[in-house]
């Protein structure tokens, strides 16, 4: 008999995904080659090569303990499939590493916490704020992860009296970050495309990769290109009306000429029709000169996103109409113009300009994928 899923165990399956629901626990009994094709302690990939596995089959139980290890660059951790419960933090110097998760399929290696931006730290010395809130922070440069999940399960309904909700699955500053088949879940803020610094336009690229919450939970000012990439949004049983929430939060440095490209995506959701925006601009009171950037194009959107008024403003002073908002050639309930001073449209010209390569430029990271 399948016995019903918790709210945890619900959100780490991917909600609304029958294929998630039908997917083996990621804590199965152990394989017997848990590395895959990738090797083995007793016969790396590379001399560089670290594996990891929770049942002790490699050199490092914990993914925290194999970062730490893999000292200098150019390092591969490779991730036996099971959950892995911990925070991670890859710090600057370690770049051009890559993670490899040795599963079949993204929900096979789990990567989750739950703290918050409102949970108290363990030495009294305030909360952890959004950024100190995710799972996994990746500040290095040339980072690449494949087929993995990377969740915050934090949930609000475990926590009424909790103010500061963001929840951050992965926080990601580097430059030619590339994430491929990789989910991020969470509820609000879980993917962070942003960079370490104002004056850094970090170039990070997300393919084929899935991404589900609900309040601006794909933020921040990186240039970013998710490609193939599914949005989800999910319900809410602590509000009564709409807006649920908004799928992107854009904070593109006013200096910077290119922010978040979405492209050959679809956005999905879980909510009633309508109750979601498609985006609304995050202009922070830290960076007031911001201009936030979002082009959406060739991308599916269902009802759940508000037609008639897709976007939003975070502040008055910021108004969104103000900044770069454009869709071009969208499809779906979602995307029906029928106010089109509410749906600024890119020409064809301009679209010519707005590809994957004149985002990332020398850059060329769908190569890469394996």
């Known amino acids: 008999m399948h016995l019903p899923l918790s709210r945890r165990g619900f959100l780490l399956a991917g909600a609304g995904a029958a294929v998630a629901l039908a997917a083996p626990p990621a804590q199965a009994a152990p394989r017997r080659r848990p ?33 730490t290890a893999a000292t ?22 370690r770049t051009d590493m890559t993670w490899l998760g040795a599963g079949d399929d993204p929900r096979d290696v789990v990567i989750v916490y739950d703290n918050a931006a409102g949970t108290p730290k363990p030495d009294g010395s305030g909360t952890y704020g959004t ?25 609000r309904a475990d926590h009424p009296g909790v103010t500061g909700t963001q929840a951050v699955a992965l926080k990601v500053m580097g430059d030619r970050s590339a994430f491929h088949h990789c989910r991020f879940l969470g509820h609000q803020d879980t993917l962070y495309a942003d960079t370490g610094a104002l004056s850094v336009f970090a170039r990070q690229y997300f393919a084929h990769c899935y991404a589900e919450g609900d309040v601006d939970f794909v933020f921040g000012r990186a240039t970013a290109v998710f490609e193939h990439c599914h949005f989800r949004t999910l319900t809410r049983t ?37 109750h979601y ?54 499809t779906g309930p979602g995307a029906r113009i029928t106010v089109p001073e509410n749906r600024p449209q890119l020409t064809a010209e301009q679209a010519a300009s707005a590809h994957r390569a004149a985002w990332l430029g020398d850059w060329e990271p769908w190569t890469e994928d394996c």
């Open 277 to 330: 925006k498609l985006a609304r601009p995050w202009v922070p009171s830290s960076d007031t000169t911001a201009r936030p950037m979002l082009t959406v194009r060739d991308t599916w959107l269902g009802p759940g996103i508000d037609a008639v008024a897709p976007y939003a403003n975070m502040s008055s002073s910021f108004p969104w109409q103000e900044q770069r908002f454009a869709e071009y050639r969208n």
């Open 131 to 155: 950024s100190g809130s995710a799972t996994t922070t990746v500040r290095a440069d040339g980072f690449t992860a494949h087929r993995i999940t990377f969740a915050n399960d934090w949930l």
């Open 72 to 93: 200098g660059t150019a390092r591969t951790l490779v991730l036996a499939p099971g959950t892995y419960r911990e925070t991670v933090s890859v710090d600057a110097t």
């Open 238 to 274: 602590d509000l009564a009306s709409a807006p649920y929430g908004f799928v992107f939060a854009p904070s593109t440095a006013g200096a910077n000429p290119l922010g978040y490209l979405v492209t050959r995506g679809r956005v999905t959701s879980e909510a009633p029709d309508g």
């Open 35 to 67: 590395f895959g094709r990738y090797g083995s302690p007793a016969a790396r990939l590379t001399p560089g090569t670290l594996y990891v596995d929770p049942h002790g089959r490699g050199d490092h139980t914990t993914v925290q303990a194999a970062v």
